[in-house]
T-cell receptor, first 113, second 113 residues
Framework: KQEVTQIPAALSVPEGENLVLNCSFTDSAIYNLQWFRQDPGKGLTSLLLIQSSQREQTSGRLNASLDKSSGRSTLYIAASQPGDSATYLC????????????FGSGTQLTVLP | DARVTQTPRHKVTEMGQEVTMRCQPILGHNTVFWYRQTMMQGLELLAY????????DSGMPKDRFSAEMPDATLATLKIQPSEPRDSAVYFC???????????FGPGTRLTVT
């Protein structure tokens, strides 16, 4: 059974700082990995998706990497802003017919102005 | 701007009552997922449909939960009878079976008293 872990559970940084969020998964037989953002009381917004054959994806100030063999992914946020404050969720889509998403518990990020 | 819609957004009900949550997937998407989010368990998959057929509902308590897709534009999740432990946010997501991403709705916040 796939298990996804995110560290740290919470992170507080001053505005402008670069930061890294970590995600690890136990079963490397994945189809892809997706990073989401969730604002309080809101739904999930997809940020980046990395296919199992890819090493990284970039979108603006966000860069996500994937090391499938070690079961790790990182989300790098450059020049953080208060508007980046949210919970960031990592989700792994398993190989096979179901292809369901298994979520980590999230990292709650606060960027202080 | 295509998006997944869910109704109602909020529901407060008494223990023992029937609850029906509805989801309209993005037009053309042929996979639908139901997730439940709680503070304790995080995001958990309840059920997964492809082309309106249930492929995986192993995450759903069968005695009280049921999920259906009466047609391609409507997915329903029903709880009967509801219990306080069912209080959570229920998310619907849709996607393409051949695609990669899942697109999430805003969720239904259910409170059972």
């Amino acid at each position: 059974k796939q298990e996804v872990t995110q560290i740290p559970a919470a992170l507080s940084v001053p505005e402008g700082e670069n930061l890294v969020l970590n995600c690890s998964f136990t079963d490397s037989a994945i189809y892809n990995l997706q990073w989401f953002r969730q604002d309080p009381g809101k739904g999930l917004t997809s940020l980046l998706l990395i296919q199992s054959s890819q090493r990284e994806q970039t979108s603006g100030r966000l860069n996500a990497s994937l090391d499938k063999s070690s079961g790790r992914s990182t989300l790098y946020i450059a020049a953080s802003q208060p508007g980046d404050s949210a919970t960031y969720l990592c989700a792994v889509r398993s190989s096979g017919s179901a292809r369901q998403l298994t979520f980590g518990s999230g990292t709650q990020l606060t960027v202080l102005p | 701007d295509a998006r997944v819609t869910q109704t109602p957004r909020h529901k407060v009900t008494e223990m023992g009552q029937e609850v029906t949550m509805r989801c309209q997937p993005i037009l053309g998407h042929n996979t639908v997922f139901w997730y439940r989010q709680t503070m304790m368990q995080g995001l958990e998959l309840l059920a997964y449909f492809r082309n309106r057929a249930p492929l995986d509902d192993s995450g759903m308590p069968k005695d009280r939960f049921s999920a259906e897709m009466p047609d391609a534009t409507l997915a329903t999740l029903k709880i009967q009878p509801s219990e306080p432990r069912d209080s959570a946010v229920y998310f619907c997501a849709s996607g393409l079976a051949t695609g990669n991403e899942q697109y999430f709705g805003p969720g239904t916040r259910l409170t059972v008293t």
